[in-house]
């Protein structure tokens, strides 16, 4: 299984940005899709999850800010942020369960700058 993820960038604060994600290389739907983020010197976290019967699930930080979205039968995976924040920076990278393992994708990089 391959994720790749696209759409990160610099934008100012306050900005919107839409991240996604592609899955190749399964042959079925893809149970659990999630976003971690990673900034400077900080460890991975979760930033947005979603199951494919539509369940999610969001951190304080992003709730209200943040929408994932799924299209189950093509496995991919986007992320729309709003009104950024600077603590927004870091490392967008896309997860999934599938098949009883974990994979991750390659990372994307957004920066807010105020």
């Known amino acids: 299984v391959q994720l790749q993820a696209s759409g990160g960038g610099l934008v100012q604060v306050g900005d919107s940005l839409k991240l996604s994600c592609a899955a190749s290389g399964v042959d079925s739907v893809i149970e659990y899709m999630a976003w971690y983020r990673q900034g400077p010197g900080k460890q991975r976290d979760l930033v947005a999850s979603?199951?494919?019967?539509?369940?999610?699930n969001y951190p304080d930080s992003v709730k209200g800010r943040f929408t994932i979205s799924r299209d189950v039968a093509k496995n991919t995976v986007s992320l729309e942020m709003n009104s950024l924040k600077q603590d927004d920076t870091g490392v967008y990278y896309c997860?999934?369960?599938?098949?009883?393992?974990?994979?991750w994708g390659q990372g994307t990089l957004v920066t807010v700058s105020s």
């Open positions: 997860n999934a369960h599938y098949g009883h393992k974990n994979y």
């Open positions: 979603m199951y494919s019967y539509g369940a999610t």
